[in-house]
């Protein structure tokens, strides 16, 4: 698999973007869906990557900057055919690593707290990710878990 940083969010992405956002709406009430829409993953705040496997995009992530010492976890999703693969896990451990060489001291995230977001929560844990109260522009909301990693 490679990860490769997607400049312009094409086709492929698009497509996988636009089914995430479709599953937010679905477990998500609007007040409280925080994913980015293709518009704002083109931000110049946001690098966004595509998992590549065969030449088939299997999984995305982007990473925005909050601040010269944060940054926020976005869009990770991974394709519906290629679950469970450990893809997740790469495109996460290669955004730990862009933080860190960016010399971020934290990394924050947002994700749901219905049980449909739950193989989510895990993931994070299992990185050393501990909950939190709300970060950046966030307040509470009872559908959103802040998590964060002290870097």
Known sequence: MEIKQDFI???E??????????????HSPPESR??????????????FWGAWEDGELVGCGALKELD??????????TS?????????K????????????????RLSLETGSMDAFLPARKLYESFGFTYCEP?????????????????
Do not use: C
């Not at 925080?34 to 690098?47: K, S």
């Not at 790469?90 to 960016?102: P, Y």
């Open 68 to 77: 010269r010492e944060q940054g926020e976890i976005k869009s990770m999703k």
């Open 135 to 151: 970060f950046g522009n966030y307040g509470e909301d009872p559908n959103s878990i802040f998590m964060n990693k002290e870097l």
């Open 13 to 26: 992405a698009s497509e996988l973007i636009m089914d995430h956002l479709r599953n937010m709406s679905i």
């Open 34 to 47: 925080h994913a980015l829409n293709l518009d704002g993953l083109r931000q110049p705040d946001i690098t």
């Open 80 to 88: 519906a055919d290629h679950l469970r693969k450990g893809i997740s």
């Open 90 to 105: 790469k495109i996460l451990h290669h955004i730990i690593e862009v933080a860190r060489e960016r010399g971020y001291l």
């Open 9 to 11: 969010i094409g086709k």
